[in-house]
C-alpha cells in the first residue's frame, strides 16, 4: 500500500516506448548499418563511436539537461515533412543533416551529431 512504491501507468509506458524505439532503432542498424555509414561518411574506426553515440541519443533525448539532443530533435520534429520526399531513408537522413549543419551551430561533434540525427530520425519517423 506504500505509494513511495507504486509505479504510473503513465512510467510504464514511457518505459514502453523507450524499449520499442530502442528495438527499432537496433533493427534499423542491423540492416542499413552499410548504407548508413557510407551516406553519412562514417569511417571504419568511428564505426563503434557512431553506434555508441546513436543508442545513446534515444535516453539524451528524454534529459533535460542534454540540451543539444533536445534542439537535434527538435529540429527534426520541425523539418519532419522532409521525409515526403524521399524513398530512400539514408538519402532523407543525410538531408536532415546537412540542413541542420547548414542552419544550426552545435557544440557535439560531427560524429555525435550524425548520430543523433539519426536517432532523432527514427524517433519522429515513428510518431508519423
Known sequence: MDESKRVSSASI???IDII???TMAFEL?????KEVCINLEI??????????NFINS???FKDYQQTEH???LSFVKENSNVMYRF???TDCILELYQMFRKNISSQLSELSIKA???AAYIEVRGQL
Open 13 to 15: 509506458n514511457d518505459a
Open 87 to 89: 524513398t530512400v531513408e
Open 29 to 33: 542498424w542491423r540492416n542499413e548499418e
Open 58 to 60: 534515444f535516453d539524451r
Open 43 to 52: 569511417s571504419i574506426p568511428d564505426k563503434s563511436e557512431f553506434k555508441l
Open 70 to 72: 533536445k534542439k537535434i
Open 20 to 22: 520499442t524505439t530502442k
Open 116 to 118: 543523433a540525427i539519426y
